[in-house]
């Protein structure tokens, strides 16, 4: 099952919020306009504009390499 992520922000900071597919698409019935592009800009200043990203959190792992000739 596909995850989706919403940007957001307002005047007390930016939030990322955990959605589901049948949320996005209620938000978009509702009128909530997306960004279809990641603005250079911070949150804060995106007004009622969101972002959702569809994808997976990743946390990247350290990992020790030795490579002998």
Do not use: H
Request: proline share 3%; net charge negative.
């Amino acid at each position: 099952m596909s995850k989706y992520y919403k940007i957001y922000g307002d005047e007390n900071g930016g939030y990322v919020k955990e959605v589901t597919k049948e949320q996005v698409l209620e938000m978009a019935e509702n009128g909530e306009e997306f960004f279809s592009y990641v603005p250079d800009n911070d949150s804060n200043y995106w007004g009622e504009s969101c972002l959702i990203i569809k994808g997976e959190i990743v946390v990247p792992k350290r990992v020790n390499k030795f490579d002998v000739d």
